[in-house]
T-cell receptor
Framework: DTAVSQTPKYLVTQMGNDKSIKCEQN?????MYWYKQDSKKFLKIMFS???????INETVPNRFSPKSPDKAHLNLHINSLELGDSAVYFC???????????FGSGTQLSVL | QQQVKQSPQSLIVQKGGISIINCAYE??????FPWYQQFPGKGPALLIA?????SEKKEGRFTISFNKSAKQFSLHIMDSQPGDSATYFC???????FGAGTRLTVKP
């Protein structure tokens, strides 16, 4: 039973389109995150939610909108996709903001 | 700006050798320092972690050394194996901030 699952695994789309990535964790954790990993492998935090409340928004363009319908889910919606959005997006969760992260397997987004 | 600085960017060691990766941080509010291992096509996975009340933590072949006054910590991989070839990230928390990663290659 996968602890942190995200869908889809691959997403190929045209510039200007809108897309969503879904994430669910079954660990009972309070905190969830979205990270972006670029082609140089750098892992950059985008958002963090604690008990459905946004606690970090790391200067991400407002084309990116996270939504947390409940503690177990954190979805990412991206409007007007740009070439520079191409990356691997990882969802993660932790019990608190100061404990180990459990990562999903990533969503590889390719914007053409 | 990057809150956790990691070096080297890449590292090649022979099987059986010691791999050493270094990290430095500035923010004294950080109090949890994990290392993550990532294989191609997978998400990062926790390898070992330390809190600043100890200077060293060892788990099998993996050791973290922590120097609070210098705000530095390092990962040592003893008896490195080809299966250890992966990208390694140091991080600091709260709100896990990652270093830039080190691509380790262990040659047989």
């Amino acid at each position: 039973d996968t602890a942190v699952s995200q869908t889809p695994k691959y997403l190929v789309t045209q510039m200007g389109n809108d897309k969503s990535i879904k994430c669910e964790q079954n660990l009972g954790h309070d905190t969830m995150y979205w990270y972006k990993q670029d082609s140089k492998k750098f892992l950059k935090i985008m958002f963090s939610y604690n008990n459905k409340e946004l606690i970090i928004n790391e200067t991400v363009p407002n084309r990116f909108s996270p939504k947390s319908p409940d503690k177990a889910h954190l979805n990412l919606h991206i409007n007007s996709l740009e070439l520079g959005d191409s990356a691997v997006y990882f969802c993660a969760s932790s019990q608190t903001t100061n404990e180990k992260l459990f990562f999903g397997s990533g969503t590889q987004l390719s914007v053409l | 700006q990057q809150q956790v600085k990691q070096s080297p960017q890449s590292l090649i060691v022979q099987k059986g050798g010691i791999s050493i990766i270094n990290c430095a941080y500035e923010n004294t509010a950080f109090d949890y320092f994990p290392w993550y291992q990532q294989f191609p096509g997978k998400g990062p996975a926790l390898l070992i972690a330390i809190r600043p009340d100890v200077s060293e933590k060892k788990e099998g072949r993996f050791t973290i050394s922590f120097n609070k006054s210098a705000k530095q910590f390092s990962l040592h991989i003893m008896d490195s194996q080809p299966g250890d070839s992966a990208t390694y990230f140091c991080a600091a928390s709260p709100f896990m901030r990652f270093g830039a990663g080190t691509r380790l290659t262990v040659k047989p």
